[in-house]
């Protein structure tokens, strides 16, 4: 029987995608009593080198693995030349069958390290946004507006394949002490098409409200973009330092206020939408009510 070709065999995404079970080469050459392969190629991981260069790396069964050549004295001969707790973990003091990783540390002890300079990190970034957001909400800053613009889409066709041409927008807006600027549903098609809200008005029937809070100071949107769409169809310019998006988007800023860090990337999980606008400036309060992370200590 003919041994698989690459492309029959799993093929992982990177080392936390690799089942129990599956070793490298040179992870059972590195055990603490050192296997070699004893069967064939059963798997592929998709890494990066010393180099950062896309690699990929064969995987074999370690229960088809068999023990090196090494002898018991040769193996207690080398672990006397190397250094003493080289094979412990410095933090909990295991003996795991793999070597400690590194700044000898085991496996856990190493994500236990991880995670806790990314909860750091994330309580630095959690004060920052409170700032930004005490900032967008003072009295004596330029005035703030919160918009949320939702694209209204066509249900999905039979196959499956999904129109992204939006047919009306859902907008709504308030100031920052919550009075309501600006609630409509405005049609972008024919108002015949189903699709479109039965309450969708025309773009000229609201025109004069939003242009009014689009020529607000400050607009606090969720999505970076999500603003550009309404600009362009009343014909107005991006303010200046709008070359990337939105600078007071909130979606990415209530992810780092949050700070729901996902263990395995050590990345702040997205935040949900709140949905409405005055539920945005609810949350930009929030934010804006987190104390500064030093602010009890004793001076």
């Given at each position: 029987?003919?041994?698989p ?10 080392w936390?995608?690799?089942?129990a079970?599956?070793f490298?080469?040179?992870?059972l ?9 004893g069967?064939p ?26 023990p090196s ?21 410095q933090?909990c ?11 000898g540390?085991?496996?856990?002890c ?36 919160v918009l949320r ?8 066709a ?16 308030v ?12 049609r ?19 025109a ?15 999505h ?12 107005i ?9 939105n ?28 949905g ?5 400036l609810?949350l ?14 004793a001076?």
């Open positions: 029987m003919r041994d070709l690459p492309s029959e065999l799993p093929a992982y995404e990177g936390r995608q690799v089942p079970g599956l490298s080469k040179t992870q050459t590195g055990l603490d009593f050192p296997r070699t392969p069967g190629v059963r798997a592929y991981v998709h890494t990066r080198d010393w180099n950062d260069r896309k690699t990929s790396v064969k995987l074999y069964r370690l229960s088809e693995s068999v050549p090494a002898s018991a004295a040769q193996l207690e001969a080398a672990r006397n030349r190397s250094a003493p707790g080289a094979r412990e973990c933090a003091g295991a003996y795991p069958d793999r070597p400690p990783a590194s700044a540390l085991c496996v856990a190493a994500q236990i390290t991880r995670l806790q300079k990314a909860v750091e990190s994330a309580r630095r970034s959690r004060a920052e946004v409170g700032e930004w957001a005490r900032t967008v909400l003072d009295p004596l800053f330029e005035p703030a507006v613009i939702e694209q209204v889409l066509r249900p999905p039979l196959s499956g394949r999904q129109n992204l041409t939006p047919v009306a927008l859902r907008v709504d807006a100031d920052a002490t919550g009075r309501r600027l600006l609630d409509a549903t405005i972008l098609a024919g108002a015949r098409v189903k699709a479109v809200p039965a309450d969708a008005v025309a773009p000229d029937d609201v004069e409200q939003v242009r009014a809070v689009l020529g607000w100071p400050v607009l606090v949107t969720w970076e973009r999500g603003v550009f769409l309404l600009r362009d169809m009343y014909g310019k991006a303010p200046g330092g709008w070359y990337g998006g600078p007071n988007a909130l979606a990415v800023r209530a992810a780092h206020w949050r700070g729901d860090l996902d263990p395995d990337t050590l990345h702040p999980r997205a935040a949900i939408d709140p409405t606008a005055d539920r945005m609810l930009l309060r929030r934010m804006a009510a987190t104390e500064p992370p030093d602010s009890s200590a001076p």
